[in-house]
Structure formats: C-alpha cells, structure tokens
C-alpha cells in the first residue's frame, strides 16, 4: 500500500486513514479517562455509554432554533436564582462510565457544586430537543437512564412543532407529568417560578 497522509490529501487515502485510526482508537473499550480527554479537544457532541463512544449526527437549524431559545429562558432563571444553565457539548456523568450530553440542563443553587472543570454532574432538569435520528434514543434509552441518575425533571421538546413533554421522577421513574402545546404556558413541576409560553421557543426573531 501506498503512503496515507492524514488529514488526507487524496479521495483514495480516506478509506484507509478511517481504517488506520480505528485499529489505533477503535478496538479497545474507551475509559472515562480516555473519554474526557477526546472531549476537551472537540466541540462535537460525544457520549460514553459501556465504554463506547456515541457521535450524534450534527443537529438541524430548527433544533438549534429550539435550543437557543430554551437556553435563554434557562439561563434567565438561573440568574435570578442562582443556578446555572449550560447548551450541549458538555458531558454529564450520569454514574461511573455513562456520560451523556442532554441538549439542555439547568442547575439550582442548591447543586452547583456538582458542575466539574471537564464535566457536570446530575443536573436539577434535562432537556433533550427530538430530532428524527435521535427520538428513539431520547424517548426510550435517555428517559431510563436520566430517571435511573435521579434527574428530578425531564422534558422532551419537538424541533418542529409547538410541542412539550414533561416527566417527573417519582419512585426511580418518570411519570408522564404534562403535555403542551400550541397557545400553551410551560410550567416546571419542580422549579418555582419557571414558566413560559411554548411559543416563545418557536418564534423566529
């Protein structure tokens, strides 16, 4: 075999430079220790999860819409509470080797010691916003594991609909708490004063 440059240079070295980089990094499980430092090297989204990374596919503009806007009714909470509130990248461990990355979480005065220089702990709320190539993950695998770390309060967001689920943790899992929609004021079930019409995560200023 010819010589590879990676980056490559030529069309023909692409499949051999993925192939090379992953009998180095791709084989062995990943530690957590391999995990962070991988992390802090990139703004893309990556968990651990049984010692293997997991890449989400990069998100749409109307999820990122979405996300910048509940970010800032988050973020003005937070301020006014003492809390803290954070958009993905940024890991979470969840328990020792699980760490994912919600879309959104917020923290209460009460835990923001549990906010790390590399990472976060268990958030106060997490919010995931669905996308095509994630809902399953979010509806089934994230809402066990979130409930599992005792994350008071969970809220799955559609990207392109007026449309909010919320769920709250009692007895080790999530009870289907409230559904919103169109015209509709958000109310958090376990944060004072968080409220705010669904709407507002939808307008395009």
């Known amino acids: 075999m010819d010589a590879i440059t990676i ?10 430079a993925k ?60 301020r006014r509470h003492g809390g803290r509130a954070f958009v993905a990248a940024l890991p979470v ?20 010691d549990r906010i790390e220089k590399q990472y976060a702990g268990v958030p106060d709320l997490a919010v995931e916003v669905l996308s095509p190539s994630t809902e399953k993950v979010d509806l089934a695998e994230k809402m066990q594991e979130y409930a599992e770390a005792g994350i008071p309060e969970y ?10 689920e919320q769920y709250v943790l009692a007895q080790g899992r999530y009870t289907d708490w409230a559904r919103y929609g169109p015209g509709e004021t958000v109310r958090a079930a376990t944060l004072a004063d968080l409220e705010f019409p669904l709407a507002q995560l939808y307008a395009q200023e």
């Not at 980056?7 to 051999?16: F, G, I, Q």
């Not at 957590?32 to 998100?59: A, K, W």
């Not at 461990?93 to 923001?112: C, M, Q, S």
């Not at 559609?158 to 449309?163: F, H, L, N």
């Open 7 to 16: 980056p490559p240079t030529r069309a023909a070295d692409v499949e051999p």
């Open 19 to 78: 192939d090379f980089l992953f009998s180095v990094y791709g084989e062995g499980l990943w530690t957590e220790e391999r995990y962070l430092d991988l992390s802090g090297r990139t703004n893309r989204i990556i968990e651990l999860s049984e010692g293997r990374l997991i890449v989400p596919p990069m998100p749409t503009p109307e999820h990122q819409d979405v996300v910048g806007a509940l970010y800032l009714i988050l973020r003005a909470w937070a």
């Open 93 to 112: 461990r969840l328990w020792a080797g699980k760490f994912r990355e919600p879309d959104v979480i917020l923290y209460t005065r009460e835990h923001t």
């Open 155 to 164: 809220w799955i967001v559609d990207a392109e609909s007026p449309r909010l």
